[in-house]
């Protein structure tokens, strides 16, 4: 190849400005999330829920299932109880404690194996379209056919409920929409310009998804499942709530928010706190959700 | 636009149909097999046989399939094993007490969430927008079963003014709205079940108003010299197909997946007559519960999607 | 500062190794393409008709030339750019490259004719992955046949600098963050990073603004005769495709019209609906007015074409013949041949205004009847 001549009529663009510092996609993100308080506040909480989960055995006071008749359905601050106790003498704190690994574990397993198994499919059904396509999105449409309360109590309902199957139902509920919202976007992302440019240059298929299509799908798939976690572990936690998920005495604040019911004539408050862990869990997760989707829409 | 709807009623009907093979389906998943269930731990093989035979388990699923859809079709869905009623009786008659409190929750619901979504999508990036914003993240992130506790808590415990379980003294039977005694028991679980169609209307609202409000024909309006609120109106009439779109869905997710509720206020519908079933592994009523909640969501979003091609033609999916 | 000296230009350098055909052989022969969309309607979502995109289309692109393709919006342009490029599947009709045929067992493979055919877009926003800088994205195709990764990138480097972005600069930028013309650079050096032959470009300077435009046409005119390539230009813009093309060939739903050197064509265009593009071009000089609008009317329905000549419906000089019979665009021979399918070309067509036999050519004016 001969050299080319750079003439007069062609331009060597050049901003002229010092070349500057290129950030990458991750870096932009990371300096957009930098300044936005809220976000970085509620993540701060996530963090400290899940360290505190992690470190239970640390953190505790109490064993979380010593029971004790005598110290029934005391309130918050009783001696060295700081949050009272349960119906069965139980420390609440060490057991709100210890409920947040229950609470987790069931929120984050089926919504990142739903991720996984939904994407994969989603992507496979956008990617092929045609028959294929419409195969996997209509049976995926029947499953929307059902309200994800009732399909979740359905299944763990008439699985016999305990907590293995409780994660089945809750992976089956949250299957079908990140199936569609991946296949959404690689539907999108197969008819845009710069994919067949790389058709065009003759790459296999299997190179095209990896490294086109994926890149472009993992974000809108990646923020609706973080969406998703909240709803997770409200429907989890609902679930142990009906006698459908973790089986007592294990500690989890849907079952506890169950089992503590019938007291709340005697102990209103110990009665709420449960649900109050459940309600700060979920409204983190779903405020830093909200500020990843908005640091990472690429256009902006 | 008629070619559309019977289109999209045909649609309709093949999801209805795996929406019937899910729920026959469900029995399966159940450990043991279904005669088992029936009867008690020691009977005799024979029994078990006979049974088999009675309730045509010894055939072939797919058999076993289509005799059950026929028999569903002409409205037998079998009898309670509890309480031995016909379990299509039941579930009707729980249906009409949870759709009272549905209605109710998303028409409470809708009348606040429409007026501060729209508020909110006026004044977008103030301090009332970033409020509202707030409350419709709290109610799509509170646990409602939670809720329903604590309004109980505040509302019969603490204050004793409300009743915190049932539905009155009449039972379900003699349920009207007129007069309190009997209303009372239904605003506490209505409250609560309308929390988090509030949060999603809510967001609908304001995303769909500050959309429309965006568009270019609002600024010629203004230019027109169109006052404010007039301004307003017509910029939420071209929003309210997308929001109602969103309440009608609401309504049929509400009407699905009330049992939370339910179960917290004893509240005789079809949330708290699954999750007895549930209990007592009444499998008919199960089946049969699911089956109606599940087609009534169908048909929910069935008139939903007609209506908004109706109202905008705009919109009209495959 | 002394520039070297220009290299000359020259069709065909003696002993490219890839030349098969010699200098005579058409770089790509296109005979009866076809490609028709079902379109899909009713109740049970049945065929209920097809447009006709593509109809019968047949040209030859020589080594060396430009060859301009003209039409209006939905005359199937971008669809023939793609049939070439074979990224959607054609219905009838062949395509010989360099003397062979795709696909078959004697001839090329796919694989073989994307390194030597290559597609240029025109600057979307989806034109580029946003995901990759774009050295990684020009990178891509030589990866893809083999390179390796170092080698891969020292291609897109090398290219960078070819179309004028400096990759230190430009090279780990992302789309978002180019201008247009940028981007269309680097959309030229995409497509020429797998060294291909010949070029297809489909609208590749029709987003950018004239300035813009300017450089990259000039850039493409240098490439071109640097790198020894063959293009296709596709454009709806006149003024463009006679600045860059050695021959045009026009459309007209689905059909191709014309053909010829882009001097005969612009000069003494044959086929009305020519004849009318060019009159409706805008002049810079206030004196020369359009008062009527040389051509009326919107173009037929690529559904449901016209019968016959599909442009009759908007031709001041249609008789019957032109609703009976199809004009044929006749026998093209060599480079400076000049065809137009119309009825008044063909001596035995029973066209009122049909050309004799023994003139030599088209009359100079074409007078419209009132």
Known sequence: ???????????????????????????TVA??????????FFALVIVLIVLAAICAPLLAPFDPLKTSMVYRLKPIGFRNFLLGTDELGRDMLSRLIYGGRMSLLMGLVPVVTATVLGGMLGVIAGFLGGRVNMLIMRTVDIFYAFPSVLLAVAISGTMGGGMANGLIALTLVFIPPLCRVAETATTQVRNLDFVEAARASGAPTASIVLHHVLGNVLAPVFIYASSLISVAILLAAGLSFLGLGVEPPTPDWGLMLSTLRQAIYVQPYVCALPGLAIFITSLSFNLVSDGLRQAMDVRI | MWAYTARRILYAVPIAIGVTVICFGLVYLAPGDPVSMLLPPDASQADIEFLKKLYGFDQPIPVQYFKWLMRAASGDLGTSLQTSRPVLAEVSRALSNTVIISLGAVMLAFSLAFVLGTTAAYYVGRPIDRIVTGISVVGVSVPNYWLGIVLIIVFSVE????????????????????????????ILPTITLSMVPLGIIMRSTRAAVAEVLAHDFVQTLRAKGLSELAVLRHAVRNALPQILAVMGLQFGYLVGGSILIETIFTWPGTGFLLSKAILTRDIPVLQGAILILALCFVATNLVVDLLQTAVDPRIKRA | MDSPPRPKLDAVPPGDPRDRGGKIQPMLIVNGLRKHFPIRGGLLNRKIGSVRAVDDVSFVVLKGETLGIVGESGCGKSTLARLLMHLIPR??????FDGDGVGEQRGISLRELRRNMQMVFQDSYSSLNPRLPVEDSIAYGPKVHGKSRKEAKEIARDLLTKVGLRPELFGSRYPHELSGGQKQRVNVARALALSPRMLILDEAVSALDKSIEAQVLNLLRHLKRHFNLTYVFISHDLNVVQYISDRVLVMYLGQVVEIGPVAEIYERAKHPYTRALLASRLSMDPDERIDDPPLTGDPPNPINPPSGCRFRTRCPFAEDVCAAKTPLLGEWVERTTHLAACHMEDARSGHSRAVRASAPGARTHMVAAE
Do not use: C
């Not at chain 2, 204050?159 to 209303?183: H, I, R």
């Open chain 1, 1 to 27: 190849m001969t050299d080319l001549t750079l003439g007069s009529n062609i331009l060597t663009v050049d901003d002229g400005a010092p070349a500057l510092k290129v950030r990458g996609y991750w870096a």
């Open chain 1, 31 to 40: 300096h957009r999330l930098r300044y936005d308080y809220v976000t970085l």
């Open chain 2, 159 to 186: 204050l004793g003014v409300l009743p915190a379980t049932g539905m009155g003294s009449n039972g379900s039977d003699d349920f009207t709205l007129a007069s309190w005694s009997q209303v009372k028991y239904a």
């Open chain 3, 91 to 96: 219905d009838a009709g062949e395509l010989i």
